[in-house]
């Protein structure tokens, strides 16, 4: 599937309802309905001994991070986590996806640390008590800033080193999992961290981007194989996808759309599922490839039992010619969440339509995360966040009847929580956090969905 078709502004700006359109009877039988959180966003990671994080030694750095804010409270979710799951219960939800940090169960990214594991271990029994299923991310970007120091994800020994943990993981939490994805949004791990700078370690340059890009797709190759060997159940992939538009109608631009395609969407899917990498990209990637890297395609192809597309916008590309890549983001005229992203709910449609019949076939697909951020309070009508979960929940249904195996769809997030290099500004959740108090309160979205759910 190659053809762009651009977002309809009717369906995007349309007036927000206060009620979902559809009910959880419009979806399959056993679709899956879940919510999710990353453990540095809301644990607490000053708590229960974990080691210092990438992320901690990013924020530091002036002008990285929303008024150099961190994760060592976060939403102090390590002492607060019973009440989160019952949050979780009482909407409805069929599952919970979390993720485990690496910094909290090795803090130096070698050394066990007991008390973690145990936290894993109770929030896997909170969630079965409570009838939620387990859902699992090994990494959502927490490196260890010992393994950080020593180059982090542009050598080869981090995804060894990735594989060590996934094994003490597997060995303590992965019989109960209901399923699991080794590294979260790896393009964010890899090209925005390496290349744009954006987000921790915080370099640039095409020889980092390109570098970690490939030994992050074999962490996640390394990881399977581990997860397989333990017989853990539900072994995927959660990865980042954007829907690419040319910003304008010409060859140019539908060249530059299809290269970010290529980079952002297909690298990772290409590799994981063909065990190979998209040709097109490969051209300005090739020179700065790891030695011997064509090896270690064979292990990045490793047979999935789902793939997760985490979606939230949409992305206008346009030609420039000054150097490789080629390509220059502009904004565009749909309607926007606070992070500035445009919503265009059909480019979820279309990306699971293209992923499944490009790339996995008839392997169950999830919606991984999605969501939006919105400056609300307790006791506004959250009517933006209910209809953007609406309009992808119908794009969703829509690429069901046209024949893509969607599973199952998880709302990005919970909570109110560290937003990255946004800092505590931007608010994804479901439900609002005081951070000072850390009270909890439900928002009009949650009580929404809940009753969709019962419907």
């Not at 996640?220 to 910003?247: I, T």
């Not at 904004?331 to 339509?353: C, F, H, R, S």
Request: a negative charge; hydrophobic letters at 40%.
């Amino acid at each position: 599937m190659k053809d762009y078709q651009q977002p309809s502004p009717d369906l995007a700006s349309e007036t927000a309802p206060t009620e979902f359109s559809v009910a959880r009877s419009d979806f399959p039988e056993g679709f899956v309905f879940s919510t999710a959180t990353s453990a540095y966003q809301i644990e607490g990671h000053a708590f229960g001994g974990a080691g210092e994080t990438h992320w901690d030694a990013f924020a530091r750095q002036p002008g990285k991070v929303h008024l150099q804010q961190h994760g060592a409270v976060a939403c102090d979710h390590y002492h607060r986590w019973e009440e989160d799951l019952d949050l979780i219960r009482d909407v409805g939800l069929d599952a919970y996806r979390f993720s485990t940090s690496w910094a909290r169960v090795m803090p130096d990214g070698v050394t066990l640390n007991p008390e973690g594991l145990d936290f894993y271990d109770r929030l896997v029994d909170g969630l079965l008590q409570r009838g939620i299923k387990p859902m699992a991310t090994l990494y959502h970007w927490e490196l260890p800033q010992a393994l950080s120091e020593k180059g982090g994800w542009l050598v080869r020994k981090t995804p060894e080193a990735f594989a060590r943990f996934t094994d003490v993981v597997a060995r303590r939490i992965g019989d109960r999992l209901h399923n699991v994805a080794p590294v979260n949004e790896p393009w964010c791990v890899a090209w925005l961290s390496h290349y744009h700078g954006a987000h921790a370690p915080g370099l640039t340059g095409l020889e980092n981007g390109v570098r970690s890009m490939h030994n992050v797709a074999l962490a996640h190759g390394l990881s399977v194989e581990v997860l397989r060997a333990h017989g853990v159940p539900g072994v995927g992939a959660a990865c980042n996808m954007e829907f690419p538009l040319p910003a304008r109608d010409t060859d140019e631009d539908r060249a530059a759309a299809r290269l970010y395609d290529g980079i952002y969407n297909r690298w990772f899917v290409q590799a994981m599922t063909r065990g190979t990498y998209p040709e097109d990209v490969l051209e300005g990637f090739a020179p700065h490839m790891p030695e011997g890297w064509e090896k270690d395609l064979e292990r990045i192809h490793a047979p999935l039992d789902w793939f997760g597309v985490n979606y939230y916008t949409c992305q206008r590309l346009q030609a420039q010619s000054d150097r490789w890549p080629y390509y220059s983001t502009v904004p565009g005229p749909l309607p926007k969440t606070d992070m500035g992203w445009e919503i265009a709910p059909e480019g979820l449609e279309w990306l699971l339509l293209r992923t499944a019949a490009d790339f996995t076939g008839d392997t169950p697909l999830y919606v991984t995360e999605s969501g939006m951020a919105n400056p609300d309070v307790p006791g506004r009508a959250d009517v933006e966040r209910i209809a953007y979960l609406d309009g992808h929940f119908r794009a969703g249904l829509r690429a069901i009847e046209r024949g893509a195996p969607l599973a199952g769809y998880t709302v990005w997030s919970l909570m109110d929580n560290y937003e990255w290099a946004f800092g505590y500004d931007k608010r994804f959740g479901m439900v609002h956090v005081d951070f000072d108090s850390q009270r909890r309160t439900p928002k009009a979205s949650w009580h929404a969905l809940g009753r969709m759910l019962r419907r």
